[in-house]
Nanobody, 117 residues
Framework: QVQLVESGGGLVQAGGSLRLSCVAS????????MGWHRQAPGKQRELVAA???????NYADSVKGRFTISRDNAKNTVYLQMNSLKPEDTAVYYC???????????WGQGTQVTVSS
């Protein structure tokens, strides 16, 4: 089992920045990929960004050039730096982990990000 705890959400104006953090504990060997998904009201959950332990990343087209995912393997922590935020980025952001880019077995409880126009 893996436990994921997010922090860093909040309210920000359009054009602003936020940094999300997620600390993993438990069976760390099962966190080959760590990522962030989000779910906006009335919409399906979508992958925002993910990173493999070795550093390869994957981003949704909607956030490329604005968001940066990184991880500190020594601290079992993944970060999501979000710049140039838009109102459409408003969602609950979930930290996720799994064995590869296509499988996310573990989910955090989520942190709200609200971008005002």
């Amino acid at each position: 089992q893996v436990q994921l705890v997010e922090s860093g959400g909040g309210l920000v104006q359009a054009g602003g920045s936020l940094r999300l953090s997620c600390v993993a504990s438990g069976s760390i060997f099962m966190t080959n990929v760590m990522g962030w998904h989000r779910q906006a009201p009335g919409k399906q959950r979508e992958l925002v960004a993910a990173i493999i332990r070795g550093g390869t990343t994957n981003y949704a087209d909607s956030v490329k050039g604005r968001f940066t995912i990184s991880r500190d393997n020594a601290k079992n922590t993944v970060y999501l730096q979000m710049n140039s935020l838009k109102p459409e980025d408003t969602a609950v952001y979930y930290c996720t982990s799994g064995p590869n880019f296509n499988m996310y077995r573990y989910w955090g409880q989520g942190t709200q990000v609200t971008v005002s126009s």
